[in-house]
């Protein structure tokens, strides 16, 4: 079936949607219709504010109101900025045109460039909406593109980012035909302005309703994956003014937090407790939730995370992407390069309260028992502290960032001996000396646990002078820890992201030893502890 064409029209005099002339009907406004947001009390901070126009034949009423609005649009974004905002315009049709770059204080000539807009042309529906949005999330020039001047103005990281588009079309690209790959093509542009922290307001225009039911899924999944509004305005766009400054009052922080510890509330950054050991993060080998386990290497297994909202930092619903990732079960682990991702979900809602997501985790490798991350990824809800190499800052510092390093071992009187790798990383680029710590509850182990460094470790350590604490060398490269509760090893040397591996030896004692807990973890010669290991020793 061919595109509908467009219907051609002339431009429309659509009535204002000013604030004034809206005011009096807010008692009286259908539900659904548009009107303007109330005022905020304290302004938003600096905005940085893209709108991306439809200017085809049949958008002359959607144009006309935004011509007609622009004076109140563009007197909330000084408002609701104190002042410190930056404007850009683009049109497009089956092409994209920039007609006022991102740049500070040129309302004047986003003002005059609009009110030069007509609604013309546009061959036949879809156009290039999709496009648009990537020059304008991407900063494209239009060298090798059908694209009108380059979109080079830069997206401040301090700002609040709004890109709202109006359109009545579907996405087509450049080639003015709509498939599967546009709807992949705007959702990978909604991927990259989650990234940018760029929220996507689409504002869909019905002038035929024949794609609607088409139109307004992509539309809403650039809302859900950005955390921006999706707004269908009346059959003529008479009201998108109104919609747009509904849009530009989304500035209000989210705060959605994964938890680092059983006492972590989500204040940045966590000052109490380890940043590995995070409850909210657990192991299934089934879909049905559990109380976590070690995952089963060589099968499907299930991985749920609990989103908590709010944090002290934002209110109101979160929407973003989960992503997990797993690296080799020990401390030190540099961010991103030991860790690999095996999980993802976008466009996911989090209400107030939180709620809980499942992805699974295919094709588990083995020998199963690894070091868990969890991240969310949202526009309304950024990392608060620049993220580092160093995954245990990251994760102290973001409650976005969880890390989960709890294994169980299965450690029962006359069952014989459970070994579980460690490993020691460095999470620098530079040399680093590390000790390796040993530390029990008050419910301490009856039972033995010898830690094996491995050749390479034990010269190091012998090099360095062999310091120690609370352990027995008994063998070449074996030791038993004699005191749970202070054994370490001193003065181990690691060189720029190196990571080694060693193993841990558990043998049960003549009591079972269930819920005893044994803490392994790395500490710079500061004493910061860089990561560890939870082992749970159960009797099931």
Known sequence: MSPTPKRRRGPLIAA??????????LASAPAGAATPYAKAAAPCGPMDVTIVLDTTGSMGGALSGV??????????????????????????????TVNVNLAAGNQAAVSSALASLTASGGSAEPEASDEALNTVVNNLPATGRPQTGNFSGTWRTNATKHAIMVTDARPGGFDNVHSAADVANAHSVALDAQTEGIKITPIYVPTNSTYTSTIMPIMQDYANTTGGFAYQSNQRGTDVAAYIQRALYNCTPTDVFIRDNTADAGVEPLTTGSAYTSPDIRVCTTSAPCAGTNPIAGQTNFVFVRLNNPGPGGSGTG???LKLYYTAQGGGAQWPLHWTQ????????????????????????????????????????????????ATHQNARNNNNIAWRNINSVRALPGAGTIKRPFTL???????????????????????RLTIDLGPELTRRWKEAGGKAEGLRQVGETQFDVVDLKAAAFRGLALQGAERQQIELAFTGGDRAAEGQVIRVFQADQRGEDLGGVEFLITDE
């Not at 204002?16 to 009907?25: D, Q």
């Not at 007197?75 to 104190?82: E, M, N, R, T």
């Not at 990383?425 to 039972?447: I, K, M, Q, S, Y």
């Open 67 to 96: 011509q007609s609005g622009i004076s109140t649009i563009l007197a909330d974004v000084v408002s609701l900025s104190g002042g410190d905002y930056k404007l850009g315009l683009v049109s497009f049709k089956d092409n994209v």
């Open 425 to 447: 990383g460095n999470p620098f680029r530079e040399a680093l000396v590390t000790d390796l710590v040993v530390a029990a509850g008050d419910r301490v182990f009856d039972g």
């Open 16 to 25: 204002a949607v000013l604030a004034a002339t809206l005011a009096p009907a």
């Open 319 to 321: 929407v973003g992407t």
């Open 342 to 389: 095996f999980g993802a979900q976008s466009g996911i809602t989090v209400p107030p309260g939180g709620t809980t997501v499942m992805i699974p985790w295919h094709n588990v490798p083995g020998p199963g028992h690894f070091c868990l991350l969890a991240r969310w990824e949202s526009a309304t809800d950024p990392m608060t502290f620049a993220e580092t190499t």
